[in-house]
């Protein structure tokens, strides 16, 4: 999907499910290209591709939007409310996971300075 360009700055470009699912804050879906206005930037180039369907997820870490989940469908309406209710739940894990990543990443170079500060002064800790 990197061929097909997003704008938040071109309010016709801003407005398909990844651009909302930014916007918004939370999932945005496309359940017809074919017939969805807000797709016409894009729809030829889906339609080519083999794509019917689109949807977006917000990935949320600690509070801050950092990224957003799109996947796309090979036919109408596969992004039903059961599948909506997975994704979500989904890609709040992602977010959970990303922090504690994050964290993780954190404390190992908060050790990492402890240690050579340690080991500069020549003291234990």
């Known amino acids: 999907m990197a061929h ?3 704008s938040l700055a071109d309010a016709e ?5 990844t651009g909302l699912a930014i916007l918004r ?10 017939s969805d206005s807000q797709m016409l930037p894009w729809r030829d180039a889906a339609l ?7 949807a977006a997820f917000p990935i949320w ?3 801050t939007l950092r ?19 997975l994704l979500d739940d989904l890609t709040a894990d992602l977010g959970v996971a990303l922090e504690l ?8 170079a908060q050790r990492d300075i ?3 500060t340690d080991h500069l002064a020549q003291v234990g800790g």
Do not use: M, N, Q
């Not at 470009?13 to 499910?17: D, L, M, Q, S, V």
């Not at 804050?25 to 074919?34: D, L, M, S, T």
């Not at 990543?101 to 190992?108: C, D, G, H, K, Y």
């Open 101 to 108: 990543i994050e964290a993780t990443a954190e404390l190992r």
């Open 4 to 6: 097909l360009s997003i």
């Open 67 to 85: 990224r957003v989940f799109s996947l796309c469908a090979d036919h109408e309406g596969f992004f039903d409310t059961e599948a909506l209710r």
């Open 48 to 54: 080519a591709r083999g794509f019917r369907a689109s």
């Open 114 to 116: 402890l240690d050579r």
């Open 25 to 34: 804050g939370r999932h945005a879906v496309c359940k017809a290209i074919a």
């Open 61 to 63: 870490v600690a509070g």
């Open 13 to 17: 470009r801003a407005h398909g499910p």
